[in-house]
T-cell receptor
Framework: EDQVTQSPEALRLQEGESSSLNCSYT??????LFWYRQDPGKGPEFLFT???AGEEKEKERLKATLTKKESFLHITAPKPEDSATYLC???????????????FGQGTILTVHP | NAGVTQTPKFQVLKTGQSMTLQCAQDMNHNSMYWYRQDPGMGLRLIYY???????DKGEVPNGYNVSRLNKREFSLRLESAAPSQTSVYFCASSERVRETQYFGPGTRLLVL
């Protein structure tokens, strides 16, 4: 069974204080690992897809990296508007009855104080 | 483009009542999905439609039915609502199965 564990559950940062969020996963052949941002009362907003170990993607102050067992979302010099819940999800490689199912972690709640 | 839209935004039901949640996408995507999000449980897939004319069960299908009305619309029906179905429901779509999924704003459902 595919599993995703995110840590920490909650993270409080001061504006400008860089940090990382962790996503550990077990999956029967990884097709892709997805990062989403979710603001309170809103739907998840797509950020990145990573497909293979060693891959990195960047968007503004966010950088996502991938190893064979985990992914990190690095936040550099965060601002208050980066406050949100960050969700990680994995998708298994095609085969059998695979249908593109995303298995989500429970998320990390990030709060950035001015 | 509006992306993925959902109606209603919020609904209160009594146990045993029925209702249909509506979802539409304007991105010409082939695949559509229904998830529920509960505290401490993450997002869980209820049903999905890989393409127009097909639907299949996800992780937690009991108590729900779906209809893929056309390529744009995918509805979720609760025939007899139960308090355990109190949740936030999200619809998502993707160009094809196994492509990036894009989510709607959600429907908050309270079953009393």
């Amino acid at each position: 069974e595919d599993q995703v564990t995110q840590s920490p559950e909650a993270l409080r940062l001061q504006e400008g204080e860089s940090s990382s969020l962790n996503c550990s996963y077990t999956v029967s052949g990884l097709r892709g690992l997805f990062w989403y941002r979710q603001d309170p009362g809103k739907g998840p907003e797509f950020l990145f897809t990573l497909y293979s170990a060693g891959e990195e993607k960047e968007k503004e102050r966010l950088k996502a990296t991938l190893t064979k067992k985990e992914s990190f979302l690095h936040i550099t010099a965060p601002k208050p508007e980066d406050s949100a819940t960050y969700l990680c999800a994995v998708q298994a490689r095609a085969g059998g009855t695979s249908y593109g199912k995303l298995t989500f972690g429970q998320g990390t709640i990030l709060t950035v104080h001015p | 483009n509006a992306g993925v839209t959902q109606t209603p935004k919020f609904q209160v039901l009594k146990t045993g009542q029925s209702m249909t949640l509506q979802c539409a996408q304007d991105m010409n995507h082939n695949s559509m999905y229904w998830y529920r999000q509960d505290p401490g449980m993450g997002l869980r897939l209820i049903y999905y439609s890989a393409s127009e004319g097909t639907t299949d069960k996800g992780e937690v299908p009991n108590g729900y039915n779906v209809s893929r009305l056309n390529k744009r619309e995918f509805s979720l029906r609760l025939e007899s609502a139960a308090p355990s179905q109190t949740s936030v429901y999200f619809c998502a779509s993707s160009e094809r199965v196994r492509e990036t999924q894009y989510f709607g704003p959600g429907t908050r459902l309270l079953v009393l």
